[in-house]
């Protein structure tokens, strides 16, 4: 079972930048995808981002396509959310997660073997 824990959320004012990282535990971490996913109090959480194992192929939710970037590093076992252009409708609590796949079509919740337990991202406006 793959431990992740995330790191680098905040409060920032709308138009700001913040970048989140996940460490993941484990010598697989290479082989499966990686995702973000977000959930806003009173709302389920929604998919935000998925990265391929290799880092080849990514996806994006439409609400996030051209400020977000998702990229991994498997030398340390970390995948990262380069966050722009920061909007309040961003607030919320983000989450990684490993996929039971090794690619990036599979972004539904369901699709993922293990969870964090979650950086808050504040943005004022």
């Known amino acids: 079972q793959v431990q992740l824990e995330e790191s680098g959320g905040g409060l920032v004012q709308a138009g700001g930048s913040l970048r989140l990282s996940c460490a993941a535990s484990g010598r697989t971490f290479s082989s499966y995808a990686m995702g973000w996913f977000r959930q806003a109090p009173g709302k389920e959480r929604e998919f935000v981002a998925i990265i391929s194992w290799s880092g080849d192929t990514t996806n994006y939710a439409d609400s996030v396509k051209g400020r977000f970037t998702i990229s991994r590093d498997n030398g340390v076992n970390t995948v990262y959310l380069q966050m722009n252009s920061l909007k309040p409708e961003d607030t919320a609590l983000y989450y990684c997660?490993?996929?039971?796949?090794?690619?990036?079509?599979?972004?539904?919740?369901?699709?993922?073997?293990?969870w964090g337990q979650g950086t808050q991202v504040t943005v004022s406006s």
């Open positions: 997660a490993a996929s039971f796949y090794s690619g990036s079509a599979y972004f539904a919740p369901r699709n993922f073997r293990s």
